[in-house]
Nanobody, 119 residues
Framework: QVQLVESGGGSVQAGGSLRLSCVAS?????MGWFRQAPGKEREEVAA???????FYADFVKGRFSVSRDNAKRTLYLQMNNLKPEDTGVYYC????????????????WGQGTQVTVSS
């Protein structure tokens, strides 16, 4: 089974930036980012297919950018202009079906990386 390892989380002030990384142990077709705020359900953030077809959740609104380096089996999430409501655990996930924007298909998860944004 594919293993995913996230990194890059941390604590920043509002308006700051962070870049998250997720390394997969082997090839995967769809890779995505999800997040879970304290006391809330996990929600999708962004996803990328192996061929760089990209999807974003509506709330991203240009603040976040996802990219992928297939040679390194790595998915990135560049987060700019961070807000306190972006605080949460960010998870990388993957699946090998078609339809990288079908969020319910993601079935393999990393351990998560904490992002904390202070006002």
């Amino acid at each position: 089974q594919v293993q995913l390892v996230e990194s890059g989380g941390g604590s920043v002030q509002a308006g700051g930036s962070l870049r998250l990384s997720c390394v997969a142990s082997e090839y995967t077709f769809c890779m995505g980012w999800f997040r879970q705020a304290p006391g809330k359900e996990r929600e999708e953030v962004a996803a990328s297919s192996y061929s760089d077809v990209i999807f974003y959740a509506d709330f991203v609104k240009g603040r976040f950018s996802v990219s992928r380096d297939n040679a390194k089996r790595t998915l990135y999430l560049q987060m700019n202009n961070l807000k306190p409501e972006d605080t949460g655990v960010y998870y990388c996930a993957t699946h090998d079906r078609l339809g990288c924007s079908v969020w319910s298909q993601y079935n393999t998860w990393g351990q998560g990386t904490q992002v904390t944004v202070s006002s």
